[in-house]
């Protein structure tokens, strides 16, 4: 298998767990995930055609948000042509598409995307108070 992690991720997640749990469930691919909530400043409202369905007033959504950590077994690593693009989710898709097992692992350590420039300049704050 061949762990890869996107570069702009900070973690304290055990690289060790996240193949040991990938090889445990005999997996082709396993994605670290990590719960996102976010909640809407208004009411939502459903509806059905014209008709109110429900309503929320300022509802807190939950869902795995992926988080650049990534398990390939080698028969993922097939999928992948030489001299060509292919993003992660795009070769999860195809492994899905083959019916390969295609698995998450939640992860709940402390998790940080420094693509982000908010999120960078908080890690950078957070680095400079710790010293």
Known sequence: YLLVTNGDVLTDVSY????????????????????????????????DG??????KEKPVYTSYINAGIYVLGTKCL???????????????EMAKNKKYKTIVYPMHEPWIDVGRPTELLKARSNANSNH
């Open 50 to 55: 014209v008709n109110i369905k429900s309503i």
């Open 78 to 92: 097939g999928l992948l042509k030489k001299r060509e693009y292919c993003d992660m989710p795009s070769l999860f």
């Open 16 to 47: 060790k767990d996240i193949c040991d749990f990938h090889l445990i469930n005999k997996s082709d691919a396993t994605m670290a995930v990590k719960s996102y909530e976010w909640s809407s400043p208004y009411g939502v409202v459903e509806t």
